[in-house]
Structure formats: C-alpha cells, structure tokens
C-alpha cells in the first residue's frame, strides 16, 4: 500500500481532506470541468466497494449526506452522479475503493447525461 495515492493523500499535492469521519474521508482537488466533485474513501486500503465492512458502509452513508449539504451549499448544483467503480474492465484505476460524488449543472452540455447512458448508448453494445 506504500504507493497508494488514496492510501497516501500527501502523494499528490493537489488532494485535500476536505471533511471526514472515522472510518471514511471526502477528497477533492481542484476540479476544471465537473467542479466540486470528489471522492469518498475507507481510511482502510480495501481494493474494491465489495471489501468494505459494515462499519465503513454506515460511515460512506453519513459522509455522503454530509457531503452534500456542504456541496448544496458551496455549489448549489442541480443534480449528482453518485457511484463506484469496480475493476479495471469497470473503469476503476486506482485500486482503493472510492465513491464519486459529482456535482451536476443544469448549464453542463452533458447535463442530463447520466450513468444510464452507457447503459442505453447502442455504440456501447457488446458484439
């Protein structure tokens, strides 16, 4: 775990703790396009969201709701994406399991571009 990025938040600069709890943080960095997303996170390395235990799940609940009435009130966004990545085939890159959360405008030109469009996109059809 000495090279995870998740494991270890001081491995990249930009990343900041922005509130936490005992089991879990919310981590975000500066954002360009999707601004105010972040992540959230076991302080425990677990690989994937099937390896946390029943006390990190209750704290990833509380920190969310915490998250997004720090979020409403700093951004006041008018929808989330909310999800976990599982695997590489899954779109997970960093092997610790994080939950992103991600604000969502009205304004985007994706705007009403969900989860569900990978789900429904016929160009994503398996052959």
């Given at each position: 775990m000495n090279e995870c990025p998740l494991c270890h938040i001081d491995l990249d600069e930009e990343q900041k703790v922005t509130l936490e709890n005992e089991y879990c943080m919310f981590l975000q960095k500066p954002q360009e396009v999707l601004i105010g997303s972040g992540l959230i996170i076991p302080k425990r390395h677990c690989e994937t969201v099937f390896n946390i235990n029943a006390q990190e799940w209750k704290a990833t609940y509380e920190l969310l709701h915490e998250v997004k009435q720090f979020l409403d009130v700093k951004y006041k966004p008018d929808g989330y994406n909310i999800g976990w990545n599982v695997s590489e085939t899954g779109g997970q890159?960093?092997?610790h399991a994080h939950m992103h959360v991600i604000p969502r405008f009205?304004?985007?030109?994706?705007?009403?571009?969900?989860?569900?469009?990978a789900l429904k996109s016929k160009e994503n059809m398996r052959r």
């Amino acid at each position: 775990m000495n090279e995870c990025p998740l494991c270890h938040i001081d491995l990249d600069e930009e990343q900041k703790v922005t509130l936490e709890n005992e089991y879990c943080m919310f981590l975000q960095k500066p954002q360009e396009v999707l601004i105010g997303s972040g992540l959230i996170i076991p302080k425990r390395h677990c690989e994937t969201v099937f390896n946390i235990n029943a006390q990190e799940w209750k704290a990833t609940y509380e920190l969310l709701h915490e998250v997004k009435q720090f979020l409403d009130v700093k951004y006041k966004p008018d929808g989330y994406n909310i999800g976990w990545n599982v695997s590489e085939t899954g779109g997970q890159h960093i092997m610790h399991a994080h939950m992103h959360v991600i604000p969502r405008f009205n304004d985007e030109p994706l705007a009403g571009k969900g989860i569900r469009n990978a789900l429904k996109s016929k160009e994503n059809m398996r052959r």
